[in-house]
């Protein structure tokens, strides 16, 4: 069941996944389209994630944005005010004011990860959660097994230390494998979709992925691209098939009303 509708505010959005976002050129969304994103969730009774790029938007967009329930999605670089910050490297931590009650990214490479295991513990004994995410993680071989296992013992003790001051931490390394009772995936094209400034709604939230559908503005399907993706989840067939259905409504319309 869709539950999330990603809006990505600019091609050069930051990345919070294992996916890097190379797009150097700015490219904003159109108002009209980002409008028309936020009526499409209301209907479709989804949650919205706002995703930032690390220059600033012209205040028409953060009054449109500031109109509906979200959560905000941004990178260090834009000073830390989102609820869910991405620092891009380790280092970010240096130059950003970690802040109560806020969900940080770490996105890192595994040599980095593994140098510099001490101030990835530090930060998590600063936050409230963290999200570690290894950006070259299919470069794993058998010998670093060792150097990644070293690393959780590492975190465990730093998160240890950190219950037995009173402070609940929360890791997605650690914490939440300890909860699960099932299989825990991404959930793009499952649970999540992706609306990016081109119109166009996509199966991952990274631009330049092959697969995607329909043109946000007329809402018509035109096609499907099968490159990097062999196989769509059935869950968002349906939500496709629901989606067909309502072709008919005119959203591009109902955003002029509002």
Request: net charge negative; with cysteine; aromatic share 10%.
């Amino acid at each position: 069941m869709m539950q999330y509708l990603v809006i990505l505010l600019d091609d050069t959005s930051v990345s919070f996944c294992h996916y890097s976002n190379d797009s150097k050129e700015s490219n904003l969304m159109p108002i009209e389209t980002l409008k028309a994103g936020i009526v499409f969730a209301m209907k479709e009774n989804l949650n919205i994630q706002f995703v930032y790029p690390c220059h600033k938007l012209p205040q028409e967009y953060l009054e449109v944005i500031d109109r509906i329930d979200h959560t905000n999605i941004q990178p260090a670089c834009r000073g830390g005010n989102g609820e869910v910050i991405v620092l891009n490297d380790i280092d970010d931590t240096e130059t950003v004011v970690l802040r109560h009650g806020v969900s940080y990214v770490l996105r890192i490479d595994k040599l980095t990860l593994f140098s510099k295991v001490d101030k990835v513990c530090e930060l998590l004994q600063q936050v409230m959660r963290l999200n570690v995410v290894i950006t070259d993680v299919e470069t794993f071989k058998d010998k670093d097994i060792p150097l990644y296992k070293e690393f959780l013992n590492k975190l465990s003790m730093a998160a240890e230390l950190s219950f037995s001051k009173g402070k609940k931490v929360q890791c997605n390394l650690l914490t939440d494998r300890m909860v699960l009772d099932k299989m825990n995936n991404c959930g793009a094209g499952d649970t999540t979709i992706t609306l990016a400034p081109d119109g166009k709604f996509y199966i991952f939230a990274i631009l330049k992925v092959d697969l995607h559908f329909g043109t946000f503005g007329q809402f018509q399907i035109l096609e499907f691209f099968f490159g990097k993706c062999s196989a769509i989840p059935a869950k968002f067939l349906q939500f496709l098939y629901r989606l067909l259905i309502q072709l008919s409504i005119p959203y591009m319309e109902l955003s002029r009303d509002r």
